[in-house]
């Protein structure tokens, strides 16, 4: 059974350049979360998805950020026009969507914008 | 919104040394509560988590923690600990009936020598 995938796990970008970091939920997951980590700090909130919808976006950046869950394939978070302050560990977490609130993290992607 | 502190940042301890991890939280509402362990390289495991009920609740690998309503606590506790305990904790909480996403403390970073 696999668990969530992510990938790239290390993604290096110039300034300016795009982003795009991908996530696969566990076999029967309907729910995506994206989190991210910035050094010496704990996992902060971005996004909560189901398929094709955003539910909750609180956490995003209101410019360059953006994410989706499509009906077929990974969900993605893109990052347009990068900055050296966008360099982070970012982990995507599923859960079942049958009103279980436990969430399971992938391995995350760590992103290095130079 | 909700918060979590988690105090100690580095604890350093002998092997079968007990444990006790700090977290506190604050939201006015009913809470579920969460530890992840997060060792090197690896991605964010759950180590157990608190809904309802009986207020003491056993995880994986010996780990324990206890849910204090009126100090909004839910410390984690080993008895001994072993060196392949060295790992980062975090401790995150949602709020029940709102949003699902998580909000984490900072995270304890724990070394136990040989």
């Known amino acids: 059974n696999a668990g969530v995938m992510q990938n790239p796990r290390h993604l290096v970008r110039r300034r300016g350049q795009e982003a795009r970091l991908r996530c696969s939920p566990m076999k029967g997951h309907s729910h995506v979360y994206w989190y991210r980590q910035l050094p010496e700090e704990g996992l902060k909130f971005m996004v909560y998805l189901q398929k094709e919808n955003i539910i909750d976006e609180s956490g995003m950046p209101k410019e360059r950020f953006s994410a989706e869950f499509p009906k077929e394939g990974p969900s993605i978070l893109r990052i347009q026009q990068v900055v050296r302050g966008d360099s982070a560990a970012y982990f995507c977490?599923?859960?079942?969507?049958?009103?279980?609130?436990?969430?399971?993290f992938g391995p995350g992607t760590r992103l290095t914008v130079t | 919104a909700q918060s979590v502190s988690q105090h100690n940042h580095h604890v350093i301890l002998s092997e079968a040394a007990s444990l006790e991890l700090g977290c506190n939280y604050s939201y006015g509402g009913t809470v579920n509560l969460f530890w992840y362990v997060q060792y090197p390289g690896q991605h964010l495991q759950l180590l157990l988590k608190y809904f309802s009920g009986d207020p003491l609740v056993k995880g994986i690998k010996g780990f324990e923690a206890e849910f204090i309503k009126s100090k909004f606590s839910f410390n984690l506790r080993k008895p001994s600990v072993q060196w392949s305990d060295t790992a980062e904790y975090f401790c995150a909480v949602n709020a029940v009936g709102s949003a699902r996403q998580l909000t984490f403390g900072s995270g304890t970073q724990l070394t136990v020598l040989p």
């Open positions: 977490a599923s859960s079942p969507g049958d009103g279980s609130y436990e969430q399971y």
